[in-house]
């Protein structure tokens, strides 16, 4: 995938998109988002990204939904393609990236994987002619296995290196970074996604028509804002 699906009206979120663009614009390489299912984690970031392709049409991203049957193996390879390397293409792979990829039932060498996968976005012998940078949206890594955790570890590393970026969307905060690489070392910047607040609560419901049927006030104290119970009232009564 090159962006994340396509998704319905966002309500709200102006506040959190502009937390993005402050990440963005910084120089912290790795994002994390998270909130319980349904809260609009996608949503937000589908809307943010579409933003970023009107400004920047040129801007090259991989958005990738983990699914609890991906391995890191499979991850990686999905990567390579993004990067236009594999079997069948004739993309110069000077630093010899494919053959990282294991036989079958053979484990994935995580270091040699970072070395290389470094080298290839760096390019520092010039043999590829253009520097890359990787523009990573991994959704629903809480899916992934510990080799698929650890495998975020290191393209943690690999992003950092390369001056590229990474957006890690979950359910709960993952635990492949320290808490250290938050607060002092500037490394990972954090996002905990709420509920709509009850202005935007409120707006959502005018805008459907049913603020004669129903107190967004009540709502709120009922649903606490959460975007899919909202959504399912639009779409059912």
């Known amino acids: 995938h090159s962006k994340p699906p396509d998704i319905r009206t966002i309500h709200g979120r102006k ?7 402050k990440w963005y614009n910084s120089d912290v390489p790795l994002l994390i988002l998270s909130g319980i299912a349904g809260c609009g984690k996608t949503t ?3 809307s943010w990204v579409n933003d970023l392709l009107n400004d920047n049409p040129s801007s090259e991203l991989m958005y990738y939904p983990c699914q609890p049957w991906d391995t890191a193996i499979g991850l990686t390879t999905s990567i390579f393609h993004r990067l236009g ?20 039932g053979n484990p994935l060498d995580h270091d040699l994987l970072r070395r290389r996968l470094t ?7 010039g043999s590829i002619g253009d520097k890359s940078k990787l523009f990573l949206i991994l959704d629903d890594v809480h899916n992934l296995d510990k080799e698929g955790v650890r495998l975020l570890g290191v393209l943690m590393q690999v992003i950092e290196a390369s001056d590229s970026r990474m957006i890690v969307i979950s359910r709960s905060s993952p635990d492949f970074y320290d808490r250290r690489d938050v607060m002092t070392r500037g490394r990972v910047a954090e996002i905990a996604l709420e509920g709509l607040s009850r202005n935007e ?13 129903i107190s967004a006030e009540i709502l709120y104290e ?3 804002g959460h975007p899919l119970a909202i959504e399912l009232l639009e779409l059912y009564g």
């Open 85 to 104: 390397l594999g079997p069948k293409d004739n993309i110069d792979d000077s630093y010899d990236l494919v053959s990282v990829l294991p036989p079958p």
């Open 201 to 213: 609560l409120e707006m959502w419901v005018e805008s459907i028509g049913l603020s004669d049927k």
């Open 15 to 21: 506040s959190e998109k502009l937390s993005i663009d």
């Open 44 to 46: 937000l970031t589908s």
């Open 222 to 224: 009922r649903t606490g």
């Open 119 to 125: 080298a290839t976005l760096i390019d520092e012998d």
